[in-house]
Nanobody, 125 residues
Framework: QARLVESGGGLVQAGGSLRLSCAAS????????ISWFRQAPGKGREFVAA???????VYSDSVKGRFTVSRDNAKNTVDLQMNTLKPEDTAVYYC???????????????????WGQGTQVTVSS
């Protein structure tokens, strides 16, 4: 059974950095689009970044220029490097996966059948 596990969350001061990792098992994710979402208390799940099997990336406007998503298909992992963190980045971060096809909307949570359990990121001011 396919499984995604996030790691790397924690507490960091504003301006600091964290690197999240998403490890996949039970499925070969080399043909999948892998995305990161986040959910702050009292808010809906928000798209953060996505990476296609070929390495093309897309980011939300709120993280563009600060966050970088990358993947290692040999290790079945996707990382999210987060720099210049802000208090408003505080949230539970989730990775999600689906088989990639041209034209699908990576920003919709409904498009992802596979989700991790989430990892907490807290940015103090």
């Amino acid at each position: 059974q396919a499984r995604l596990v996030e790691s790397g969350g924690g507490l960091v001061q504003a301006g600091g950095s964290l690197r999240l990792s998403c490890a996949a098992s039970g499925r070969t994710f080399s043909n999948d689009c892998i995305s990161w979402f986040r959910q702050a208390p009292g808010k809906g799940r928000e798209f953060v970044a996505a990476i296609t099997p070929g390495g093309a990336t897309v980011y939300s406007d709120s993280v563009k220029g600060r966050f970088t998503v990358s993947r290692d298909n040999a290790k079945n992992t996707v990382d999210l490097q987060m720099n210049t963190l802000k208090p408003e980045d505080t949230a539970v971060y989730y990775c999600a996966a689906r088989t990639y096809y041209v034209g699908y909307n990576p920003k919709s949570t409904a498009n992802y059948p596979y989700w991790g359990q989430g990892t907490q990121v807290t940015v103090s001011s």
